[in-house]
Structures are given as structure tokens and as C-alpha cells.
């Protein structure tokens, strides 16, 4: 099972921007696909990007333009870039690897969680 550790959450005011990070020391992510996730208190956890194993990004309507999710197989890294956040950005943001085919599409594969980073937007 591939080990995640996100990185790079923190207090910014609105209208800053953050980098998360979710690196796999020690494993290869070349043939995983990456999604980036988010939970509210007393929300659901929801989906905010995904890049294929190929380098196909994905994002809901609602955060494109804002937020870019980028890949580093070299370094086993998947960066999320979140511009313009407010508050109702406010989550614990998680990082999974999607394996089997390495779609964002389809989960063909075993999934693996990080443990999350707190990101707050409040002046």
C-alpha cells in the first residue's frame, strides 16, 4: 500500500494562496492516479482535482481556474496550487493514490489515503 504524506496546509487570508503537497517517499506514483479531497465539519468529504496517471487533470466546475493539480513522478509528488481561497475553502484536504489503471475516471484499483492538512481561510 502506497504511504502518502500531505504537506503545505496552513492560515492564509482570503484571497492568499496556498501549495499542498502529497509525496509517497520510498514508492513510485508514475502508474497511480492522484486525487485531491476535502472535508468540512459536518460535510461530506468531496472531490477537488485528480490527475491520471497520464497527466489528465480533472476538477469540478465550481474550482476551476482557482486550483491546479500538477504531478513530479521524478519525485514521487503530486502538488495541488489553490488560488483566491475563501472561506468556505476551510477543510482537512487529503491526498489518495488510485491504482489498478490509473484513471480518475474509473476506480479500477486499491485506493490509499494520506492523513490530511488543515487549510483555514480567515482574515
Known amino acids: 500500500q502506497v504511504q502518502l504524506v500531505e504537506s503545505g496546509g496552513g492560515l492564509v487570508q482570503p484571497g492568499g494562496s496556498l501549495t499542498l503537497s502529497c509525496a509517497a517517499p520510498g514508492f513510485t506514483l508514475d502508474d497511480y492516479a492522484i486525487g485531491w479531497f476535502r472535508q468540512a465539519p459536518g460535510k461530506e468529504r468531496e472531490g477537488v482535482s485528480c490527475?491520471?496517471?497520464?497527466?489528465?487533470?480533472y476538477y469540478p466546475n465550481s474550482l476551476k481556474g482557482r486550483f491546479t493539480v500538477s504531478r513530479d513522478n521524478a519525485k514521487s509528488t503530486v502538488f495541488l496550487q489553490m488560488n483566491n481561497l475563501q472561506p468556505e475553502d476551510t477543510a482537512v484536504y487529503y491526498c489518495a493514490a488510485i491504482g489498478g489503471l490509473g484513471w480518475c475516471t474509473a476506480i479500477t484499483g486499491p485506493v490509499s489515503w494520506g492523513q490530511g492538512t488543515q487549510v483555514t481561510v480567515s482574515s
Open positions: 490527475i491520471s496517471s497520464n497527466g489528465t487533470t
